[in-house]
């Protein structure tokens, strides 16, 4: 829960600066995509670009948390030390591993 309010927040700020920043400079009404102009309202408009602002924030925010892992998080096995397969040099069993 932490690790996504870590994401979430920052992310939620930057596209309220974002969107702002954004259509100060360009009128939603004026906007195309992909040669058709944009047939909805100015609020919907507003909506749809503050939730890919947001995205895109989040997105970031997620991959800052994703490359700051250590490496013992990254290298952790999933699975039980008894579940582990033959030869696995992390198993618990003294003759799992040649030695």
Known sequence: ????????????????VAEGLFFTAVDPMELSLLGHTITGSRLAVYSVGFFCFWTLGAMSSAL????????????????????RPEGCPKREDPGACCG
Not at 1 to 16: D, E, K, T, Y
Not at 64 to 83: G, K
């Open 1 to 16: 829960m932490q690790r996504l309010i870590h994401v979430l927040w920052p992310s939620f700020l930057v596209a309220i």
């Open 64 to 83: 800052t948390c994703f490359f700051q892992r250590s490496a013992a998080e990254i290298n952790r096995c999933p699975l039980e030390p008894t579940a």
